[in-house]
T-cell receptor, first 116, second 113 residues
Framework: GAGVSQSPRYKVAKRGQDVALRCDPI?????LFWYQQALGQGPEFLTY????????KSGLPSDRFFAERPEGSVSTLKIQRTQQEDSAVYLCASSQERGYSNQPQHFGDGTRLSIL | GNSVTQMEGPVTLSEEAFLTINCTYTATGYPSLFWYVQYPGEGLQLLLKATKADDKGSNKGFEATYRKETTSFHLEKGSVQVSDSAVYFCALSRETSGSRLTFGEGTQLTVNP
């Protein structure tokens, strides 16, 4: 079966440009998470969806970051007016149940974003 | 708030050596604990988990025991292989935090033949 799919795998953008990163979760998974992983660091939480509802966006670093999941499946993370500090790997994860802490999250391979 | 602290890396071992990667956590209540592994160029994969005190998670020869009294979840393997070379992340989640994962900084393991 298909796992979590993220696209593009690599994205290079000039400072100031807008970017959109896509996540296709495992079919039927209710919960979807976005994380940001800086080089040599552990992933850090950005935002969480339960179906189409964005229940927690406390990890988004600024109002330049926006995420959506309009039909409760595919999600898009958008970064406006990118800055160099946005360079990182962006990971998407999904899990089957809603909000149960013992449920494992399944991760995609990530999108490596480089801002020049 | 919640936090996870892992032993500093990198760790370099010879094949068949014993592995321990220390992990301690800070959280109120009873978090679930996880070890994830990241092979070069790949995404995170769940290695093992434990959801309550004294539980032992195990997979592929790796083990970790949830120790509430010491707030620890150390990863061990009796005999490592070259193919175990990867970055290992300890993580916790709590339902009151929406089940989001809080990760440690990761430990790079290199196993030499």
């Amino acid at each position: 079966g298909a796992g979590v799919s993220q696209s593009p795998r690599y994205k290079v953008a000039k400072r100031g440009q807008d970017v959109a990163l896509r996540c296709d979760p495992i079919s039927g998974h209710v919960s979807l998470f976005w994380y940001q992983q800086a080089l040599g660091q552990g992933p850090e939480f950005l935002t969480y969806f339960q179906n189409e509802a964005q229940l927690d966006k406390s990890g988004l670093p600024s109002d330049r970051f926006f995420a959506e999941r309009p039909e409760g499946s595919v999600s898009t993370l958008k970064i406006q007016r990118t800055q160099q500090e946005d360079s990182a790997v962006y990971l998407c994860a999904s899990s089957q149940e809603r909000g149960y802490s013992n449920q494992p999250q399944h991760f995609g391979d990530g999108t490596r974003l480089s801002i020049l | 708030g919640n936090s996870v602290t892992q032993m500093e890396g990198p760790v370099t071992l010879s094949e068949e050596a014993f592995l321990t990667i220390n992990c301690t956590y800070t959280a109120t209540g009873y978090p679930s604990l996880f070890w994830y592994v990241q092979y070069p160029g790949e995404g995170l994969q769940l290695l093992l988990k434990a959801t309550k005190a004294d539980d032992k998670g195990s997979n592929k020869g790796f083990e970790a025991t949830y120790r509430k009294e010491t707030t620890s979840f150390h990863l061990e393997k009796g005999s490592v292989q070259v193919s175990d070379s990867a970055v290992y992340f300890c993580a916790l989640s709590r339902e009151t935090s929406g089940s989001r994962l809080t990760f440690g900084e990761g430990t790079q393991l290199t196993v030499n033949p």
